[in-house]
């Protein structure tokens, strides 16, 4: 039975989590960062212990979860010992072998979402997607994240991590999208908040219709005009050009491909 847990990570993912946690009745006994500071603050939003030493990590919590960036999980879990308990991690990427090494019961906990630590989620909302190497482990974290979320399933390492790049290119690469337009648009004077509606239209189209159907724009049937007049206006953005030529091509490509 799983009531006392010890977040490692102190991040958006670790914070949005734990306090999602706390709410649904588990008690958070501690928290560890390499920073003292975040850990403190994460902490006193649950009423925990924290830590920014490895070597003060409680011994006495009945789950682990490792709430970090990928290139940062194997260097803390080497210097932990877990003592067979379950140990868990929450990475899209990252397979569930990993974690072989440091105890007998292990899994993995993956919230398909984008967090920012102010921002406030709905984890009804949220798909969880969960994976473990026993029978008895998975049907704890099946429980863990029940509590949490509605929308919880089993998915092996391979299917998560194919997962990960479609919510690379949904999600991270978009926004990185929003983030050129902006900048564009802050040269031309032109407020960000005018796509809004488009951006919100966008989104709610991709959710009634298959996206390669909603495509629009001059990349569809590549109007070579208006490309060009695009990237010529855009010369003293080397890099806007380079992105908008790259995803004109793609978008031609497919919807060649699609209407064969």
């Keep these: 039975m799983i009531q ?12 949005h989590l734990s306090v999602e946690l706390k709410r649904a009745g ?18 006193a939003k649950l009423e925990s212990d924290f830590t920014n030493s490895i070597n003060k990590i409680s011994k006495e919590a009945d789950l682990y979860i490792v709430a970090l960036k990928d290139s940062a999980v194997l260097e ?15 990475s899209g990427s990252l397979p569930l072998s990993i974690l072989k090494s440091y105890s007998e019961n292990i899994g993995v906990l993956y919230p398909l979402q984008t ?5 406030k989620v709905n984890f009804k909302e949220i798909p969880v997607f969960v994976e473990a190497n026993n029978q008895e482990t998975e049907k704890l974290l099946i429980k863990l994240a029940s509590s949490i979320s509605p929308k919880v399933s089993v998915l092996s390492s391979d299917k998560r991590k194919s997962l990960h790049i479609a919510a690379v290119f949904a999600c991270n690469f978009v926004n990185h999208f929003y983030t050129l337009a902006g900048d564009f648009l802050q040269t031309e004077d032109i407020a960000f908040e005018v796509l809004y509606p488009l951006i919100s239209e966008t989104a709610k189209k991709v959710q ?18 208006i490309i060009n007049d695009h990237l010529k206006q855009l010369n003293n953005f080397p890099d806007h050009q380079e992105v908008y030529k790259s995803i004109s091509k793609s978008i031609f490509k497919r919807h060649q491909e699609k209407n064969k």
């Design 4 to 15: 006392r847990i010890t977040i490692i990570g102190a991040g958006n993912l670790a914070t």
């Design 26 to 43: 588990y008690e958070i006994l501690q928290v560890y960062s390499r920073t003292e500071k975040s850990a403190k603050e994460l902490a």
């Design 76 to 90: 803390v879990l080497s210097k932990i010992d877990f003592q067979n308990k379950p140990l868990i991690h929450c």
């Design 115 to 119: 967090f920012s630590k102010n921002r």
């Design 208 to 225: 009634e219709m298959n996206p390669a159907d909603a495509q629009t724009g001059p990349a569809v049937r590549f109007d070579e005009n």
